[in-house]
């Protein structure tokens, strides 16, 4: 945010000279806005920088591919990745000679089902235990860790459904914000 004039900045609690006449740095400040107006002094709002997980330098008019994009070098080429073959001691980290395939870059639907998959195993795996115990000692899971984990895998999978139904990066970020996970 700043203030204009004549199309340059006016720093605050900096003096400043216009038409040959000096103000001094608190000028700014004091001023009414008349004063401000009779000069052509305008302020200028920053510009909204939009959320950079789905906007490339926070610009609405530039929005993230929702798909995954098979990359390609600057002549249209696929771009291959190369494994590493780690099974040969003598010769470690040698490339592999399978079929190779081509590099992706992730889409943001991809990058979203990863994080709802992400917070969906944190937060199962905080009573992972309780499965762990019925399996092997045969002990009764509590029915609100049965009730709190079947939410959690519920939610996950309405979540990962309705970003794959996504269309565009606005519907994305509405599906985003609804996420509730009952804890």
Excluded: C
């Excluded at 302020?43 to 591919?65: F, T």
């Amino acid at each position: 945010m700043a203030f204009k004039l004549n199309n340059e900045t006016l720093p605050v609690d900096r003096g400043f000279t216009h038409n040959e006449i000096q103000y001094p740095r608190n000028w700014l400040r004091l001023a009414t806005q008349e004063d401000k107006d009779r000069l052509g002094i305008t302020w200028e709002a920053d510009p909204v920088r939009h959320d950079d997980r789905y906007y490339w330098n926070g610009e609405l008019d530039n929005p993230k591919e929702m798909e995954d994009v098979l990359v390609v070098d600057k002549d249209g080429n696929a771009v291959w990745e190369q494994e590493l073959d780690n099974s040969n001691p003598e010769k470690p980290f040698m490339v592999n000679k399978q079929p190779l395939v081509q590099e992706v870059t992730r889409g943001l639907k991809y990058q979203m089902i990863q994080q709802v998959k992400s917070t969906a195993g944190s937060l199962l795996n905080q009573t992972d235990w309780y499965v762990t115990r019925k399996v092997e000692r045969e002990v009764a899971i509590p029915a609100d860790v049965v009730l709190q984990r079947a939410v959690v895998v519920a939610e996950s999978e309405r979540l990962e459904a309705a970003i794959t139904a996504s269309v565009d990066v606005v519907a994305l970020i509405e599906v985003m914000g609804t996420q509730s996970w009952g804890i």
